[in-house]
């Protein structure tokens, strides 16, 4: 699966990172990984997983699960410390 536009790259080392679909059977399920080719993707040991869902689920709760799971991964503790200074 192709690298998503609107994902943040690694929160440790700064470098890309990519979205995978795995699947176990009749369950799958999206994780972010650091791709670990070269000097500008991630190398870090650090993945993040999406909820699961089966067989026949629909193209909208499989864009759904992957749309959560990246803005889980973009969020940042910096992210909350400037919404609180702006309050």
């Known amino acids: 699966m192709p690298m998503f536009r609107g994902i943040k790259n690694c929160p440790f080392c700064g470098k890309k990172v990519c979205v995978a679909r795995m699947s176990d059977g009749n369950e799958h399920w999206f994780y972010i990984h650091g791709v670990r080719r070269d000097d500008k993707h991630c190398q870090c ?20 699960i992957r749309t959560a799971l990246i803005r889980k991964w973009n969020r940042r503790e910096s992210d909350k410390e400037d919404v609180e200074k702006s309050n």
Do not use: P
Not at 45 to 64: N, Y
């Open 45 to 64: 040991r650090v993945f993040m997983e999406s909820e699961k869902f089966r067989d026949g689920a629909s193209e909208a709760e499989i864009a759904a």
